[in-house]
């Protein structure tokens, strides 16, 4: 039984960071229905290396129930406004002004339903000069400055793999759950506006401090993104070793048979390290290249000291550590067959995968409409009509 059975989600939301927000609901236990226009969830086509599916897509709705409806017919933004008066969360990832003009706005929905928890998931937010743009993850990267952090040569460079977006969920996730907690006190709902700017910007908590009063604004910004903690070659790969901090730095001088290192004053401090960086790192990329990855991460592992060999994610799908937390599960997919993926990734007896491939296109439109009081003949004409689909 999950924290969150009895809990009817309605997601409105396309891409990544609502459709992570929730998967993480369904896992709690929560019945989520996706609520898709004709065409789709825009990442069911990505591009992926899997034959006849987008990995995207799967990995980010298993557990989800798909209604297909067109509301850009009335009798579509019927349906849902009549699903939403018994909703307890309803999450829209639209462009501000978007939702109001299907009628299925804050101020509708909770006029019917006072209880709704109603989110708003955007690229910059409900207000500003900013709110009407377009954004998804490379473009909130750009604006709130990440890819200069992220330099290659000089050159800025993004960070792949959608995190601002996989963050905008998180924290999405997390305004939904006190807003449900807030409920349970008040009995009523509320509004709740998440963006990629505020996650981006939350990203980068440690970076965006200010003493205005002392320094110039272009002083602000990370001084130790270039370290000699870094990814490095070894004699068949390449492993990541942390060893700049203080108590890492010794150890690892010891493992490296660099020893001679710790005698010298300039590195005796973590900052006076970092000034010569460049003379430590090219000492330190000199010796690595003796041994594999696998033998100094081993030799690092047993001096205290972190290090980890680069390998692909797929890898996690066989990882033992991964296997002994149950992050891992698996569901037969009606057209995929078996799909092996990432489940619930934390441990609590509360929430437990809600069970559920992936779903098709539409796959539940008919047993959701049943379930709303929609007799055989209405579905029927529905379907013709093309309501729904």
């Known amino acids: 039984m999950g924290a969150l059975d009895g809990i009817r989600v309605l997601d409105l939301t396309r891409y990544v960071a609502g459709p992570f927000a929730t998967l993480a609901l369904s896992d709690a236990g929560a019945d989520v229905v996706k609520i898709e226009p004709p065409e789709g969830d825009t990442i069911r086509n990505f591009p992926s290396t899997l034959e006849g599916g987008s990995r995207l897509f799967l990995g980010l709705?298993?557990?989800?129930?798909?209604?297909?409806?067109?509301?850009?017919?009335?009798?579509?933004?019927?349906?849902?406004?009549r699903m939403a008066r018994e909703a307890d969360v309803f999450?829209?990832?639209?462009?501000?002004?978007?939702?109001?003009?299907?009628?299925?706005?804050?101020?509708?929905?909770?006029?019917?339903?006072?209880?709704?928890?109603?989110?708003?998931?955007?690229?910059?937010?409900?207000?500003?000069?900013?709110?009407?743009?377009?954004?998804?993850?490379?473009?909130?990267?750009?604006?709130?400055?990440?890819?200069?952090?992220?330099?290659?040569?000089?050159?800025?460079?993004?960070?792949?793999?959608?995190?601002?977006d996989y963050f905008t969920g998180a924290?999405?996730?997390?305004?939904?759950?006190?807003?449900?907690?807030?409920?349970?006190?008040?009995?009523?709902?509320?509004?709740?506006?998440?963006?990629?700017?505020?996650?981006?910007?939350?990203?980068?908590?440690?970076?965006?401090?200010?003493?205005?009063?002392?320094?110039?604004?272009?002083q602000v910004r990370d001084a130790l993104n270039d370290r000699i903690a870094r990814i490095y070659d070894s004699a068949d790969g390449q492993f990541y070793l942390y060893l700049d901090a203080d108590g890492f730095w010794e150890r690892g001088l010891d493992v490296l048979g660099l020893e001679e290192l710790?005698?010298?004053?300039?590195?005796?401090?973590?900052?006076?390290?970092?000034?010569?960086?460049?003379?430590?790192?090219?000492?330190?990329?000199?010796?690595?290249?003796?041994?594999?990855?696998?033998?100094?991460?081993?030799?690092?592992?047993?001096?205290?000291?972190?290090?980890?060999?680069?390998?692909?994610?797929?890898?996690?799908l066989e990882d033992?550590?991964?296997?002994?937390?149950?992050?891992?599960?698996?569901?037969?997919?009606?057209?995929?067959?078996?799909?092996?993926m990432m489940g619930t990734p934390y441990v609590l007896e509360a929430a437990s995968t809600r069970e559920g491939a992936p779903p098709l296109l539409g796959e539940h439109t008919d047993e959701i409409l049943a379930g709303e009081g929609y007799g055989a003949g209405e579905i029927a004409s529905l379907h013709q009509e093309g309501v729904v689909f």
């Not at 989800?64 to 406004?81: A, D, P, T």
């Not at 330190?284 to 003796?290: G, I, P």
């Open 320 to 340: 033992e550590q991964m296997r002994a937390m149950g992050f891992l599960t698996q569901f037969v997919h009606p057209e995929l067959g078996l799909l092996q």
């Open 171 to 218: 924290l999405t996730l997390g305004a939904v759950m006190l807003a449900l907690f807030e409920r349970e006190r008040t009995g009523q709902g509320q509004y709740i506006d998440t963006s990629l700017l505020g996650s981006a910007a939350a990203m980068q908590l440690g970076r965006l401090v200010w003493a205005s009063e002392s320094e110039p604004i272009d």
């Open 61 to 81: 709705n298993r557990g989800k129930r798909s209604f297909v409806v067109n509301l850009k017919k009335k009798r579509g933004q019927e349906i849902v406004w």
């Open 91 to 164: 999450i829209e990832g639209n462009r501000p002004g978007v939702i109001e003009k299907l009628g299925l706005g804050y101020e509708t929905l909770s006029r019917e339903n006072p209880r709704l928890i109603y989110t708003s998931v955007s690229a910059y937010g409900q207000k500003g000069p900013l709110s009407k743009r377009r954004g998804l993850d490379p473009i909130l990267q750009t604006h709130a400055g990440i890819p200069s952090q992220q330099t290659e040569n000089g050159e800025p460079r993004l960070v792949q793999g959608h995190f601002v």
């Open 262 to 316: 710790k005698e010298d004053s300039r590195y005796s401090t973590h900052l006076g390290r970092h000034a010569d960086r460049d003379s430590i790192i090219e000492k330190v990329q000199k010796v690595l290249m003796a041994k594999s990855a696998e033998e100094w991460v081993e030799l690092f592992e047993a001096a205290g000291v972190p290090s980890a060999k680069v390998r692909p994610p797929s890898s996690l």
